[in-house]
Structures are given as C-alpha cells and as structure tokens.
C-alpha cells in the first residue's frame, strides 16, 4: 500500500520504463498488447465505457489532442486528455476539462492497482499510466477521451482502444531504433492505430510515402478516411494581431468558382478559426482538428460546431513555442528532431527575426545532433549548450564540439539551472532566447522560470 505521492509515482517507476532506455537494449520481442490488455481486463475493460479519439503521429499529436480536447469540452462534452510525456508533475498526462488528476487521486488508483498487476505480472511504467488513465475516465464518468500514442501505434498500450475516429499527425523521422529507419516503415507503425470500420484523419504530412501507406492501412481496413490537404484549403490570417486561419472545403471553393458571380458566390464565407499556439505548421494542425470535429459530429449530431471551434482558441499547450518572458524574450519549444527544427526555424524568423538570437540546446543522444544543430546555426547567434537530467540526454561538451565545427559561438552549462543563470544575468537589449531540442530541456527552464517569477500554471 502506498500513502504519499512520492510513494505511489515510485511504484509506477518501479516497473520497467522503456523511455528511460537506451534502444540498442530492448529486444523487439518485448513490444506486444498482451500485458496492457490482461491488466485492463483485470479492471472490466474500462477503455469500453465512454468514446475515444486514438491520435498518433510523430509531430504534431500532443497540440492536434489538446485542441480537440479544449474543443470538445467548449462543445459540452466531458472531456479525459491522456498525453505524454509529463513536463513537471506527472498529473498532467491524465487530465478531465482541463484539469489534472490530483495526488490523492493517483494514490488511490496506485492502491487498486497493485493487485491486478501483481496478478498479471511484467507490465511497464507506461501500460500502468495508460491502464490508470482509462480508470480514472471511467470513474469521472467522461464522455469522450482524446488518447495520444505514447510510441508508434501498432504495439503502443493505448493500441487497445476501440475510437469513433483515429488522428494521425505528421510523420517523420523519430525512434527508428523503435519504428524502423525509413518513412514507409514509421508509417507503417503509426498506421497501426486504424481499426477495421472506423474513420481516419491523415494530417498534413511531409512525405508522400506516409500518405500512400496511411491510405493502404485504411483501405484494407475498409475505413473511411479523409486526407486533410485534399479535403480542405486554409490560409492563416491576421486581425488586430491576433492570428487566426481560415478554411473550407475543397469542393466548397469548387463549387463558388462554378457559380461565380451568382448568388452562392456573395454568399459564401470560409470558417474562421481562432489559432492558440504560434508557428505556421500550427495551421496544418489545426486543420486536422476541425476535420476532426465535422467527423465527431457525424457520430454526435448534437455536436455544436461553433461552440466547438471557439474552444479550440482556448488551448493551452505548454512547450509548443511558448513565451514565457515578453520583456526579456524567453520561449521554450519541445522541438526534438529535424522535422520539428526545421518547422521552429521558421517560426523564429518569423517572429524575432530582428533580434539577436541565443539558443539554449539540449537533445538525447540518439538523435540527429549534427544536423539538428547545423539547421538551428543560420537563425540564432550564439548557442548555450546543456543537458536534462534525462539518461539519455547528450553530454554539453559533444554538443559544443558539433557547435564549433560548424562555426557557430557556444558555450557550455554543465545544468539547466546554469543554462537559466546565464538567461538571468543576461541584461542585453534586443535579446530573445529560445530552448530547445528536447521537451525535457524545454519543460526543465519553463519549471525554473515559473519558480523564479512564483507563476504556478500547473496548480
């Protein structure tokens, strides 16, 4: 029995957690629905009692889920939110209308845990997140639950969900010691979530071949399923400096430009929508979100669209090229491979491209630190290379000699709360830092600039 949180969040860890581990020593073989699927019959299968929309991806997934989430809860439905990973406390993987699953609460469910999977035996850290993630939804009696991957689809604990829809977002090169090293075999992996009969929404994707094999998995299993970029145009757009976007459907415009100049033409108008989080691919993401909607209220007529698309204006999303400081620029944005670094490099020039750049940077081992550094070089001018307390963070010094081969001013802090000293002390005008290369690195510096301001966002 367990009676603190400490106490509770230490037996969670105590089972093998396979984020914490290095890939080249986990055998393939221990990757199987068997363990997640014997302990949530343990508990009556609790993933049956309310809807779920299955979303995966490897950009992208955890700002598409807590936009549908902010939506959906704005349209009147109660709403579950289980993501990962957890930037500062663990509550925030499990959340019900925006809210966290307290500490008591966790303890609770760790005590009625304990003898389920002692009676299962080998289960991960990770299928008892998601296993207490589907209890507490069915305790707090929600309606419908947005459930993120954790990795891949096809062999992810969440893979046991039966969704009225399956998302998947952009796909790109990530854990291919997991997923395989090519697009078609990551692809492949993510189009693992699509069930036999249950619609699919395929995001914007970058490489054609994710398309092709999204479209085959749908296909065999005879599941609807709509191409965003085919379905639908959207363009974003500013109004007295709030950013927003707009979109319709393709055979909308098709059908304005048939008429024009009758009646439909003047008459027609593209659906506004409210943009929560900053950078160009947040529209692509937003786009998969209201086809999401139009989807969900196929299966909920009652759905209230506007209400819906009001609330994704509401969503707040921690890490996704977050301004913490305004006077001082400081964002913190989880980008951590060359997809999503590419996508913040212009995001940065796009907003403080007039300003001298410096970049705190910090990245697991085993990505792609060479490039990922070599795109971030043009648009910043200095780099502060660290470490998260992560085991798989690279050491600062490897990062600072990729720095200084390619030219490129750094400097080392041997900690994230060295990083944020020279943040601190920095008193420049016309200064802006950003932090990034990992969500570990990212959330680390928000959890220290929170502290240091006495903000408390995840109170």
């Not at 955890?62 to 289980?82: D, E, R």
């Not at 009696?141 to 689809?153: R, S």
Request: aromatic share 8%.
């Amino acid at each position: 029995m367990v009676n603190t949180i400490d106490e509770a969040l230490d037996y969670i860890y105590s089972h093998i957690d396979y984020s914490m581990t290095h890939a080249k020593d986990i055998s393939a073989d221990v990757f199987s629905l068997n363990a997640i699927q014997a302990l949530t019959e343990k508990l009556g299968n609790p993933q049956d009692r309310f809807s779920i929309i299955h979303v995966a991806g490897t950009k992208g997934k955890g700002s598409v889920c807590s936009m549908l989430a902010s939506a959906l809860q704005a349209a009147g439905f109660k709403t579950g939110l289980y993501t990962s990973p957890h930037l500062i406390r663990f509550n925030e993987r499990i959340m019900v209308d925006g809210k966290m699953i307290t500490d008591q609460e966790i303890i609770d469910l760790t005590n009625r845990f304990i003898e389920p999977i002692n009676a299962v035996g080998h289960v991960s850290s990770f299928e008892i997140m998601t296993a207490m993630a589907f209890e507490y939804f069915r305790d707090q009696k929600v309606d419908i639950a947005v459930v993120e991957t954790g990795l891949g689809g096809r062999l992810d604990a969440t893979n046991i969900v039966t969704p009225i829809l399956s998302v998947i977002t952009s796909i790109s090169y990530d854990h291919t010691g997991f997923l395989g090293n090519t697009i078609v075999a990551i692809a492949g992996e993510k189009a693992g979530i699509i069930k036999p009969g249950i619609p699919v929404i395929c995001g914007c994707q970058p490489y054609p071949e994710a398309v092709k094999i999204i479209k085959q998995n749908a296909q065999k299993k005879n599941s609807p399923w709509i191409n965003v970029p085919d379905r639908y145009h959207f363009i974003n757009k500013w109004e007295k400096s709030h950013e927003s976007m707009l979109i319709w459907r393709v055979e909308d415009q098709e059908l304005m430009e048939n008429w024009c100049g009758n009646k439909i033409s003047s008459t027609w108008q593209p659906v506004t929508i409210p943009l929560p989080l900053r950078g160009l691919h947040q529209i692509q993401n937003s786009a998969a979100v209201y086809a999401a909607i139009c989807k969900v209220k196929s299966v909920f007529p009652y759905l209230d669209i506007e209400k819906a698309i009001a609330g994704i204006g509401n969503t707040f999303w921690p890490c996704r090229f977050e301004l913490l400081d305004e006077n001082k620029p400081l964002v913190a944005d989880g980008a951590h491979n060359m997809d999503s670094i590419r996508k913040l490099c212009q995001t940065i020039d796009r907003y403080y491209g007039t300003k001298e750049i410096t970049c705190i940077f910090g990245a697991s081992e085993d990505k792609e630190l060479a490039a990922m550094i070599s795109e971030l070089a043009p648009h910043v001018d200095r780099f502060i290379m660290t470490r998260s307390t992560h085991p798989r963070a690279a050491k600062p010094k490897v990062l600072s000699e990729i720095s200084s081969k390619i030219g490129r001013e750094n400097r080392t802090a041997d900690s994230l709360e060295d990083a944020y000293a020279l943040y601190s002390a920095d008193s420049r005008e016309n200064i802006c830092y950003i932090v990034t290369g990992s969500l570990f690195v990212a959330g680390g510096i928000r959890e220290l600039y929170m502290k240091d301001h006495s903000i408390k966002y995840f109170d």
